[in-house]
Protein backbone atom coordinates (compact mmCIF):
# COMPACT_ATOMS: atom_id res chain seq x y z
CA UNK A 1 0.00 0.00 0.00
CA UNK A 2 1.08 3.04 -0.52
CA UNK A 3 0.37 6.51 0.95
CA UNK A 4 -2.46 7.39 2.65
CA UNK A 5 -4.61 6.54 6.03
CA UNK A 6 -6.21 2.74 5.13
CA UNK A 7 -9.15 2.52 7.86
CA UNK A 8 -9.86 -0.97 8.40
CA UNK A 9 -13.95 -1.60 8.60
CA UNK A 10 -14.78 -4.26 11.23
CA UNK A 11 -17.04 -7.06 9.56
CA UNK A 12 -19.43 -7.43 11.79
CA UNK A 13 -21.33 -3.94 13.47
CA UNK A 14 -21.58 -3.62 16.87
CA UNK A 15 -24.61 -4.22 18.73
CA UNK A 16 -26.12 -4.44 22.03
CA UNK A 17 -25.62 -7.30 24.23
CA UNK A 18 -29.10 -8.94 24.90
CA UNK A 19 -28.81 -9.50 28.29
CA UNK A 20 -27.91 -6.22 29.29
CA UNK A 21 -27.69 -3.43 26.73
CA UNK A 22 -24.08 -2.26 26.43
CA UNK A 23 -21.74 -2.68 23.65
CA UNK A 24 -20.66 -6.63 22.72
CA UNK A 25 -17.80 -7.97 22.87
CA UNK A 26 -15.50 -9.63 20.01
CA UNK A 27 -14.52 -12.22 22.07
CA UNK A 28 -18.24 -12.76 23.24
CA UNK A 29 -20.54 -11.93 20.29
CA UNK A 30 -23.06 -10.78 20.55
CA UNK A 31 -22.74 -10.65 24.39
CA UNK A 32 -20.62 -7.98 26.43
CA UNK A 33 -19.08 -10.64 28.31
CA UNK A 34 -18.61 -14.60 29.66
CA UNK A 35 -21.01 -13.85 32.09
CA UNK A 36 -23.62 -12.18 29.59
CA UNK A 37 -22.94 -15.80 27.77
CA UNK A 38 -23.23 -17.99 30.41
CA UNK A 39 -26.74 -16.03 31.91
CA UNK A 40 -28.07 -17.07 28.34
CA UNK A 41 -26.75 -20.72 28.34
CA UNK A 42 -28.32 -21.17 31.28
CA UNK A 43 -31.50 -19.89 30.21
CA UNK A 44 -31.96 -22.41 27.22
CA UNK A 45 -30.66 -25.26 29.69
CA UNK A 46 -33.08 -24.50 32.45
CA UNK A 47 -36.44 -24.11 29.60
CA UNK A 48 -36.88 -20.45 30.22
CA UNK A 49 -37.07 -19.76 26.16
CA UNK A 50 -40.23 -21.81 25.05
CA UNK A 51 -41.76 -21.51 22.16
CA UNK A 52 -45.31 -21.69 22.95
CA UNK A 53 -47.07 -24.60 21.67
CA UNK A 54 -51.04 -25.41 20.56
CA UNK A 55 -53.00 -27.91 22.52
CA UNK A 56 -55.25 -28.82 19.28
CA UNK A 57 -54.01 -32.42 17.03
CA UNK A 58 -52.90 -32.00 13.74
CA UNK A 59 -55.18 -32.74 11.54
CA UNK A 60 -55.66 -35.67 9.27
CA UNK A 61 -53.84 -34.55 5.32
CA UNK A 62 -55.55 -37.00 3.97
CA UNK A 63 -58.95 -36.33 5.07
CA UNK A 64 -58.82 -32.83 6.07
CA UNK A 65 -60.54 -34.28 9.64
CA UNK A 66 -59.14 -34.22 12.80
CA UNK A 67 -57.67 -37.04 14.36
Given amino acids: MTGGSATVTPLRPRRQCP ?6 DRE ?4 CSARCKAVDLNRWLTG ?6 SEEEPSDPDT ?3 A
Fill in 19 to 24: ECRRPS
Fill in 28 to 31: NYPF
Fill in 48 to 53: AYVIPA
Fill in 64 to 66: GES
